[in-house]
């Protein structure tokens, strides 16, 4: 049997203007996702994906080597009930059959598992962690493979990839990812809190470039903040820096920041991650933190050494 696995991913620093090249801090996750290959007698791929919880979200049967889905079953709350589940899962190994055409060829068969290790709604990489472990598996490009699926900046691949915080430079499929330590001596400070709804990163990234203008001085700006917030000792200046970066973002999107819409009242500072609107936030805060945000509505309040490798 083989076995790969990949970490989640978070942005600290960079959303949306990763797209366009700024130099953006990148976390894995202590969480992610892993796949089980294992050879069968019959001529078939039959797959099963499993939930955090065990779970069987999806299962489809492909025949093999015509790579034809015979069949599929899946719990139709994962996509807003438009089933696409199955279908978006054959146009990915077609993907890889166009980079690999040798991959599924012979009569061979497998069961293929893949197992998340967090809520599914997390944001945390399902899609990502998904095709690094694929495109291990049929040894192909992830980066060319995800920019022919999902699209994005490849952050998310690189941080499947690294067990340590990273710097990350879109570069086409060979971007530059640089390892940093970061590792603030706050971070007993720092909680990432979900906000309960997960976000569609395109529809972000959509409205991103439709009001994104020339950004040279916005994109060198983000650059400088990702360095600063590497280098960054305590927590009075992480907390400008976090609310620095909010405002460029603010102003670039045209949406107001997550503190002036939900959390004007909160002692500490907060920061979206990702796309702007769901997903989890950063907060700076101490012991009432987790307090705050329950009585707020948002149950999920994970500190920063608990969901960061």
Known sequence: MKEYYSNGKLLLT????????????????????????????????????????????LEAIFELPKLRLTSATYDDKQDG??????????????????????????????LVKTS?????????????????????????????????????????????QNNSPIVYTKNGLEPNVEKVDFNPNFKEQLYFVYLNKKQNSREGIQRFKS?????????AQISQLT??????????????LLFEHEQIVSKTIQLKTVQE??????????????????????????EDTSKYFKEKGFQTVIPYQDLIL
């Open 14 to 57: 960079g959303e949306y203007f990763v797209l366009e090249g700024a130099k953006s801090l990148a976390l894995p996750t202590t969480c992610g996702q892993d796949l089980q290959i294992e050879p069968i007698n019959q001529p078939e791929l039959i797959w099963e994906s499993y939930s955090n919880t065990g779970e069987c979200w």
């Open 227 to 240: 360095h600063a917030f590497v280098k960054c000792e305590n927590i009075a200046n992480f907390e400008k």
């Open 211 to 219: 009001l994104k203008g020339n950004l040279t001085s916005e994109i």
């Open 261 to 286: 819409i939900y959390f004007s009242d909160y002692f500490g500072q907060t920061k979206s991650l990702g796309a702007w609107g769901g997903d989890f936030i950063l907060a700076t805060g101490n």
């Open 81 to 110: 009930g438009k089933g696409n589940l199955a279908e978006n899962l054959f146009e990915i190994l077609l993907q890889i059959r166009n980079l690999n055409p040798s991959f599924l060829k012979l009569e061979q068969g497998y």
């Open 116 to 160: 998340l290790t967090f809520p599914k709604n997390w944001g945390l990489g399902t899609s990502s962690t998904l095709i690094n472990n694929l495109a291990n598996w049929a040894k192909v490009n992830p980066y060319q493979l995800l920019e022919k699926t999902f699209g994005g900046s490849g952050y998310d691949i690189a941080c499947a």
